[in-house]
């Protein structure tokens, strides 16, 4: 539960950095009053067929979603209140409600899409309009207040996937506008993300895009079978991939964070070489292949291999280099280096590297042996060196002129 509310807050952490999903306001009237309310932002991933293969197709719900009065109501006897928004030729998403007296619920969504529509579905084998429903979405709140979610969440819909991040919504109003008191969903309740400051208003809640900072520290190990471990690691990863974004529509580059928290360590000791695996959720996967030299008795980092796959990627996005040559360590020590290094795997991606410390073989008893230090360390452990040696000679300076001084001030009084 912990794991999966933390990684819905790094999936708003993403939306957030891509910022660009839009919102969208939808409401249901009758007569003058307005009976349902969502103001939100929705993808929608779609899987479909082409003469020869699968294809997946990802669509924003636009801005230029509109409620269809036809099929949309508040409900009346035997009649569900029902929401539904139309886009593009023919695409629409429903949300029906149904409510016992003290809370409502969303009772089914409803997925209409049209094959024809080339720009979203280019070489679909078909030219209908699918309808899926899938009833058990777990949206619900007490009566009379507004449902919030800020945290994305993700229902799958025949062999679609809806997600939906942002979400304010409410049924069965008693106003013409969002109540004011919220039902808050569980995962904005374990996540610290703040809640959009504007409320009723149309908002683009997206917090703006801030630059991650220095990541975490996490502590990652690989066992051998027998449960020892036989490769030790310690650093702060930050990712830095240029790919691009469905969203933005263009190529962007972000910084993302490893998570400590969100992130499983795997991997295999062998005699020449040993591998890290680090995997956070399931769309980031890291891989370092570590080598040793055993005429030389050096070992170093001969690969990195990522694979992401996160939900902004048109494809997902694959990068390796297996003949790289960084930390350079000697067998039987562990590599440190204190100071940010970055790693350059392939143009589209580099690695960034904090307070890292590695020893991919010969650990014993669980524990680092001694470290040799990056030469960047090394420099700038000369930095306070050369300023306490600058400073101690200008003390000197400053005493030798000052005896000086009053040297020849003494002269000068036996003068007069
Ligand atoms: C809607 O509002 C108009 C004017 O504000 C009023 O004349 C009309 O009776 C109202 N209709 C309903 C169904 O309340
Ligand atoms: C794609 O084709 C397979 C095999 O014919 C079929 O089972 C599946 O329902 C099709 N998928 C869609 C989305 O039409
Ligand atoms: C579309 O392609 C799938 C295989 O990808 C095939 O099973 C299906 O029969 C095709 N449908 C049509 C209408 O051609
Ligand atoms: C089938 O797929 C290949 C690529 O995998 C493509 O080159 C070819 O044009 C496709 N055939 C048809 C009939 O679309
Ligand atoms: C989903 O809700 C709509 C509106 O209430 C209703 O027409 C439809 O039959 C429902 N579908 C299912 C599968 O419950
Ligand atoms: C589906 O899309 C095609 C092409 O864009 C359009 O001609 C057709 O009217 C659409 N169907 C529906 C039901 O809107
Ligand atoms: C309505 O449903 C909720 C959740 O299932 C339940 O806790 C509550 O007791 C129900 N209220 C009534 C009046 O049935
Ligand atoms: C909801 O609000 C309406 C209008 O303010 C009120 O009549 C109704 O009793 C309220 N329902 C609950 C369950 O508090
Ligand atoms: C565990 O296995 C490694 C090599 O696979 C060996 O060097 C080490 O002695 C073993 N440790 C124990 C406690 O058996
Ligand atoms: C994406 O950008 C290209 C060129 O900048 C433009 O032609 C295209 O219409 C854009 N697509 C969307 C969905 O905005
Ligand atoms: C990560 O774990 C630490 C200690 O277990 C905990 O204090 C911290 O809140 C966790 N952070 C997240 C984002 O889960
Ligand atoms: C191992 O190190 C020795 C000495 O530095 C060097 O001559 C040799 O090419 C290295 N072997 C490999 C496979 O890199």
Same mark, same amino acid.
């Given at each position: ?98 409510? /016992? $007296?003290?809370?409502?619920?969303? #009772?089914?969504?409803? !997925? %209409?899409? &049209?094959? +024809?529509?080339? *720009?979203? =579905? ?103 079978? /027998? $449960?020892?471990?036989?490769?030790? #690691?310690?650093?702060? !990863? %930050?990712? &830095?991939? +240029?790919?691009? *974004?469905? =969203? ?103 690695? /960034? ?12 008893? &669980? ?50």
């Amino acid at each position: 539960m912990k794991l999966s509310h933390a990684l819905a807050a790094l999936i708003i952490a993403w939306f957030a950095v891509f910022g660009c999903i839009q919102a969208v306001t939808l409401e249901v009237n009758e007569g003058n009053s307005t009976c349902i309310k969502a103001e939100l932002s929705a993808s929608i991933s779609i899987t479909y067929n082409t003469s020869n293969s699968t294809r997946k197709a990802q669509v924003p719900l636009p801005n230029s979603a509109t409620v269809d009065k036809g099929s949309s109501s508040c409900g009346t006897v035997g009649r569900a209140p029902w929401l539904v928004a139309v886009f593009g030729p023919g695409h629409a998403l429903g949300l029906s409600f149904s409510t /016992n $007296g003290s809370m409502y619920s969303v #009772a089914n969504l409803t !997925l %209409q899409y &049209n094959l +024809s529509d080339a *720009s979203v =579905f280019p070489e679909a084998n078909s030219s209908d309009v699918v309808t899926v429903v899938s009833s058990s979405v777990g949206i619900w709140a007490t009566i009379n207040t507004t449902y919030r979610c800020v945290s994305s969440a993700t229902f799958g819909v025949g062999g679609a996937n809806v997600t939906f991040s942002n979400m304010r919504l409410e049924a069965y109003m008693p106003g013409n506008d969002l109540s004011p008191t919220e039902s808050v969903c569980m995962a904005d309740q374990a996540s610290t993300t703040a809640p959009p400051t504007t409320a009723g208003t149309t908002t683009t809640a997206a917090p703006a895009p801030t630059p991650p900072g220095t990541p975490e520290r996490g502590t990652y190990t690989v066992n051998n079978s /027998n $449960g020892t471990a036989c490769l030790l #690691a310690q650093m702060g !990863l %930050q990712l &830095n991939v +240029s790919y691009f *974004s469905l =969203f933005q529509n263009k190529t962007v580059q972000e910084l993302v964070n490893l998570t400590p928290n969100l992130t499983t360590s795997s991997g295999s000791c062998e005699a020449r070489s040993a591998t890290l695996v680090l995997t956070q959720g399931r769309t980031t996967t890291l891989n370092f292949t570590f080598s040793l030299n055993s005429t030389s008795n050096k070992y170093h980092l001969s690969g990195i291999t990522l694979l992401a796959n996160w939900s902004d990627m048109t494809a997902p996005f694959s990068a390796s280099n297996t003949s790289l040559n960084y930390l350079r360590g000697t067998l039987g020590r562990s590599y440190m280096c204190n100071a940010e290094q970055t790693l350059v795997v392939v143009p589209a991606f580099s690695l /960034n590297t904090f307070r890292l410390q590695v020893q991919p073989f010969e650990v014993t008893t &669980n524990q680092f042996a001694t470290a040799e230090e990056c030469q960047v360390d090394q420099d700038q452990m000369l930095i306070p060196i050369i300023v306490g040696a600058a400073l101690a000679g200008l003390v000197l300076i400053v005493l030798i002129a000052y005896l000086i001084g009053r040297k020849r001030s003494h002269a000068g009084y036996q003068t007069i």
